[in-house]
């Protein structure tokens, strides 16, 4: 029996690539760079400004110093915060699911290693996930996923076995954490996946190739 869904946010529930995209050019033309076009950008939507910076420098990023890093972070997060929401939406379905969930008494929640600041910036513009009741970020626990401790956390606040939760995301960090963390988990193929990515060796309970997938996986027709 399924009482809980718990949800990954960049790539499972918003589509954000077009925004940290556009950060992640800014940065690189402001350092002499040239841009990158959004489909080499988008695999790489869910891995945070390091993995975005590791991709628009390559190894100038990974061999910088620490204060150098730094500083194309801090450039990249008042990028992204200067010009967030442009462009993100919720996927398509996102909506229809929630309501679906909140009719059949099943519970909600989000956990993202996105920082709480950015998060709280982002649902501003979606109310229908801002009311969720279990909201876990990156920076509201010592460690973030793959650790399984958050997405537990969630479920505690819901007060829900973790046994009786899908955990859903679109990275391998995600399945990890969600496998760890004792709970069915669903691999959201229409997030931010690579060609390199190997996802038969995440193990994921179950794939979905949209949101509303999800209703098949907690009672299959």
Not at 75 to 80: I, K, W
Not at 84 to 103: D, K, P, R, Y
Not at 149 to 166: K, N, S
Request: glycine share 6%; charged share 15%.
């Amino acid at each position: 029996m399924v009482a809980a869904v718990l949800f990954d946010l960049d790539g499972t529930l918003l589509d954000t690539a077009p925004d940290l995209g556009a950060a992640l050019n800014v940065v690189l033309q402001a350092n002499g760079r040239q841009p990158l076009a959004d489909e080499k950008m988008r695999p790489y939507a869910s891995h945070g400004s390091t993995g975005l910076l590791t991709l628009g420098f390559g190894q100038d990023f990974s061999h910088a110093s620490d204060a150098e890093k730094n500083r194309l972070r801090k450039q990249f997060l008042a990028a992204y915060e200067a010009n967030i929401c442009q462009e993100t939406c919720l996927f398509q379905g996102v909506s229809e699911l929630l309501q679906t969930l909140a009719q059949r008494k099943i519970a909600a929640g989000i956990v993202t290693n996105k920082p709480t600041h950015y998060t709280q910036l982002v649902l501003r513009y979606f109310p229908e996930l801002a009311q969720l009741p279990s909201i876990v970020c990156g920076d509201t626990l010592s460690v973030n996923k793959p650790n399984p401790a958050p997405i537990r956390h969630a479920a505690d606040l819901l007060q829900v076995a973790y046994q009786h939760c899908l955990y859903v995301g679109d990275a391998e960090r995600d399945i990890v954490a969600g496998r760890n963390a004792g709970m069915t988990t669903v691999l959201a193929e229409y997030g931010y996946l690579a060609e390199h990515d190997q996802t038969a060796t995440w193990f994921a309970d179950h794939s979905i190739a949209t949101p509303l997938d999800i209703l098949q996986v907690i009672a299959p027709q």
